[in-house]
DNA sequence: ACCTGAACACCGTTCAAGT
DNA sequence: ACCTGAACACCGTTCAAGT
């Protein structure tokens, strides 16, 4: 019933859609997907429904919103750490994919190869959707609802760019991209998944005891149906998951590389 | 309000779980993911909301056994055309991944290579995701639910198994596997995505003129903001979605080459 | 131009009651 | 054991009315 102590906090700001969108962000970030409602947005913004939809179409372009502002500040800050540049969504732009990273072009480090840039933006992807949890669904969700939005181009181009730098023909450049960006989703978006079920077991269990949860389910496995599952099920344990999502590029970067050194059309 | 000339269709079968996913699956294809509600169910199984429940826990759950069930198809499939073995879940069994495309294992044809295999069962998902276009957004949500639930030991075992016939060392199975799967993940589910929100379109535009429009959306981008995606915005026309996601496979197989042959650690 | 808030249609879920 | 269907709480969305 009493929402904290932030009832009605006597609005300082006017409403606006950017206002809209960041509160809609914290709800998703603190109360997960089914979280966010019109009715906690209201209380939150202390204003009614009629409001909200004079800024934003209905909910899913609202989640629209939500999902490009944090992908943006992600994919934006992964070019020159410091740099923000034009952050257009500047929902915790600032914070946004900080942790440096294995090869990030750091402060007096020499500039990075191709292959390393890549694997910072890539991360940055990574450390955004393991953050927010709920853009592994709504990513998917997004995509389906407009694809000619502009999340798609924005994770494109970014990684576009770094693909430019490699020494891939341009005729492979559009396949080149995809694969890269179709795995960084993927990989980005199980892992998002992993942590959100991991969040929302019994309190007491960390990260660390649900991986070892998992890896015992799968090691219980019926052998008969699935005797290679059961065999890596301890593979998994130990593992680190951004490790883990680094070696998948690496295996996508090193087929780049062999494709185009021999040259198989 | 009449739907169609189903309605009350005096039950001949007794209601059982088997059936309510099916009906369930059913109208995920015909009416989309916001098409499937209980109301919608009742009529469909000529029922009360009471009697679903008393088969199934919650509408979490099944949308969770329908989304099982289609992989479960899509995946059994891809083992030995025509010897269906003990697929769990019946829904469309026969027909799900039946194309039988490139390298498929076929009917006098020499046995295939594990790269084939693989090829083929990437492929057999990616059809079904296609068929399927749900699919994209739900198997998010139910690796979001629970990760030690069924589907994902499913497509890991189904792939894995190839993976063990290349010869990669034991000890990269679980990482060379998580990246082929997420991979296929990746790119099946952005493709249903696209399938998704063509078929949405005014009808009239078929699938080729969709493609039309995102590409020249893509080249009307901003050049200051998007100049990678400007420049290979035109490369997205034509290309046909099977191919490129082959090829996307076979960048991460040469990968997987690549770096076993090498043997970087 | 921007906001209010009651009202509406619809949805997932429950449960006392039936067979 | 299995099913019925009215009822409940809640949600996205609308809209006449205010400033």
Redesign the interface.
């Known amino acids: 019933m009493a929402t904290r102590t932030r009832r009605s906090q006597r609005r300082t700001e006017a409403l606006s859609r950017e206002r809209i969108v960041e509160a809609a962000v914290e709800l998703l970030d603190t109360a997960g997907e089914s979280g966010l409602t019109f009715r906690a947005l209201t209380e939150r913004l202390a204003t009614g429904p009629g409001a909200i939809y004079w800024h934003v179409a209905n909910k899913d372009e609202l989640l629209g919103a939500a999902t490009d502002a944090v992908i943006a500040a992600a994919v934006t800050v992964g070019t020159v750490a410091g740099t923000v540049g034009?952050a257009t969504g500047t929902v915790g732009a600032a914070t946004e994919g900080s942790r440096p990273a294995t090869g990030e072009p750091g402060t007096t480090e020499p500039p990075a190869s191709p292959q390393d840039d890549i694997r910072g933006v890539a991360l940055g992807l990574f450390d955004a959707i393991a953050r927010h949890?709920w853009l592994?669904?709504q990513?998917?969700?997004q995509?389906?609802?407009?694809?000619?939005g502009t999340v798609t181009?924005r994770i494109?181009?970014s990684i576009?760019?770094r693909?430019?730098a490699l020494d891939v023909p341009e005729?492979s450049?559009?396949?080149?991209?995809?694969?890269l960006?179709?795995?960084?989703?993927?990989?980005a978006?199980?892992n998002?998944?992993?942590n959100?079920?991991a969040r929302s077991l019994p309190p007491g269990v960390d990260r660390d005891r649900f991986i070892d949860?998992?890896s015992r389910?799968?090691g219980e496995?019926d052998p008969d149906?699935?005797?290679?599952?059961r065999?890596?099920a301890d593979?998994?344990r130990g593992?680190d998951d951004r490790e883990?999502f680094l070696?998948?590029v690496?295996?996508?970067?090193?087929?780049?590389?062999?494709?185009h050194h021999h040259g198989q059309e």
Chains 1, 2 share one sequence.
């Open positions: 034009a949890p592994a669904t990513l998917a969700a995509l389906s609802r407009s694809p000619w181009p494109f181009e576009g760019r693909v430019r005729s450049w559009f396949t080149v991209t995809s694969a960006v179709h795995y960084i989703l993927g990989a978006g199980q998002a998944a992993n959100a079920s949860t998992v389910a799968w496995l149906e699935y005797p290679f599952t065999a890596v593979q998994m593992h883990q070696a998948g690496d295996l996508v970067l090193a087929g780049i590389t062999a494709t």
